[in-house]
């Protein structure tokens, strides 16, 4: 048995048939939400649907996502229609799903996972704790549990290695033939947090600034897509633009927007020469250390790479 990812499996409508034969109405709905294409809008970016699997048999799912059916709320992540089938219960497989998220979320340094349930008796064995009742996005009640992930300690070590592993293999898979330029500007394969976001345009986008916005989208990228652009730098209000990344207060916003503007002049391909030239050059994390002051400066260094 092996746990795989939903969004970075190669053979994503086999599986999708395989939820979609449980026999429980909230499974139904997960399947017909990523039949649709609609579960990340509803539940955010970073959501993963993890999956316990023996060969071609699908045993048990579940959901990690940063929201669930408690909206809007400041809990965060959440684990969510989790479900095992009926000839393999008895063994205690959530469990194994249950670590999974549990260990990213240690990883990604949450000090809390969350679950909404009606159930009682279920979640305590596996070391949930009641929280308080609460009201789903239905209006109706339900039971909130929690697992404390902060206290350090031997189970937290070993969740921190396993996260770290599990969470390396989804974003390697999620980059898999992914154009790394970003909507704003930026390159998502020379970001700094790059080891540990699939870029975003991928299916596991973890921009520390997006994570900032309802449902891990920031404003760039809800603009491009409503335009039909391919990033800000095909649109005509670019020069003027303060939407997002690009708001006079942030402190990266001359130097992505210099980004965006030397992609609109000279293209993505030398775009990223100019990137691997300026970290050749220099060491540093963030474009904005290097890129100057102004967005003139900015592009007058990139122009200077090539």
């Known amino acids: 048995m092996r746990i795989i990812e939903y969004f970075t499996t190669e053979n994503k409508e086999y599986w999708l048939n395989e939820i979609g034969k ?8 997960l399947y017909q939400l990523l039949r649709d294409s609609s579960f990340k809008s509803m539940v955010g970016e970073t959501a993963l649907v993890p999956m316990l699997v023996d060969g071609d048999k699908l045993i048990a799912f579940c959901t990690f996502a940063p929201l669930d059916d408690i909206q809007p709320t400041d809990m965060s992540p959440w684990v969510g229609f989790a479900y095992t ?19 990213i979320a240690t990883i990604m340094r949450k000090e809390y996972i969350y679950i909404s349930t009606g159930h009682t008796g279920l979640y305590e064995k596996y070391g949930y704790e009641f929280f308080k009742m609460d009201k789903d996005i239905g209006g109706e009640d339900s039971r909130v549990y929690r697992k404390a992930l902060a206290e350090d300690g031997p189970d937290k070590d070993r ?3 396993n ?13 898999k033939g992914v154009d790394m330029t970003a909507y704003c500007g930026f390159s998502c394969n020379h970001c700094f947090l790059g080891e540990w976001c699939g870029g975003c345009r991928s299916v596991f986008s973890c921009c520390s ?8 989208k920031c404003p760039n990228i809800v603009c491009c897509q409503e335009k039909g652009n391919d990033g800000c730098y095909e649109c005509e209000e670019l020069d003027k633009c303060s939407k997002g990344f690009y708001r006079p207060d942030n402190e990266g916003a001359n130097a992505c927007k210099a980004q965006a503007m030397y992609i609109r002049k000279y293209g993505k391909e030398k775009f990223f020469q100019a990137h691997d030239k300026l970290h050749e050059i220099y060491d ?18 990139l122009e200077s790479m090539v």
Request: glycine share 14%; charged share 30%.
């Open 85 to 103: 089938f009926p000839q393999y219960r008895g063994h205690r497989y959530l469990g194994l799903l249950l670590d999974y998220a549990e260990s």
């Open 209 to 216: 600034y997006g994570t900032l916005f309802e449902k891990g």
């Open 284 to 301: 540093f994390e963030k474009a904005q250390e290097i890129l100057g002051t102004s967005v003139e400066e900015g592009l007058k260094i």
């Open 163 to 175: 996260g770290a592993k599990w969470k390396a293999e989804i974003v390697k898979e999620a980059k």
């Open 159 to 161: 969740r921190n290695e």
């Open 22 to 29: 449980s026999d429980w109405g909230a499974g139904q709905y």
